[in-house]
Nanobody, 127 residues
Framework: QVQLAESGGGLVQPGGSLRLSCAASGRIFSILVMGWYRQAPGKQRELVATISSGSSTVFGGSTVYAGSVRGRFTISRDSANNTVYLQMNSLYAEDTAVYYC???????????????WGQGTQVTVSS
């Protein structure tokens, strides 16, 4: 069993910053990719940023960003603690959404990688 625990959402004014955290725990042999997605009301869930591993057991740090957040958001990881962070700066009202942590994890060495999701954390950008 794998759990993803998110934290750091909240209410912030336009132009402000927030930092999201997501820690993976449980049965983990290797983490291939961790990232963040978001879903605004009435819209589909979309990719925000991901960070992938450079080997089978550690985060290598290759990143992907949605065009709308590139230059404002930074994804990083703490490989030793299976944690991924999303530093969000210069937030706009359009960034308001529920942010979901995602991880592609191989629970056992003989298992294929599986996708896991956090419960979501609300980010609201409003004055």
């Amino acid at each position: 069993q794998v759990q993803l625990a998110e934290s750091g959402g909240g209410l912030v004014q336009p132009g402000g910053s927030l930092r999201l955290s997501c820690a993976a725990s449980g049965r983990i042999f290797s983490i291939l990719v961790m990232g963040w997605y978001r879903q605004a009301p009435g819209k589909q869930r979309e990719l925000v940023a991901t960070i992938s591993s450079g080997s089978s057991t550690v985060f290598g740090g290759s990143t992907v960003y949605a065009g709308s957040v590139r230059g404002r958001f930074t994804i990083s990881r703490d490989s030793a603690n299976n944690t991924v962070y999303l530093q969000m700066n210069s937030l706009y009202a359009e960034d308001t959404a529920v942010y979901y942590c995602n991880a592609r994890i191989r629970p056992y060495s003989t298992w294929a990688p599986q996708d896991y999701w956090g419960q979501g954390t609300q980010v609201t950008v409003s004055s």
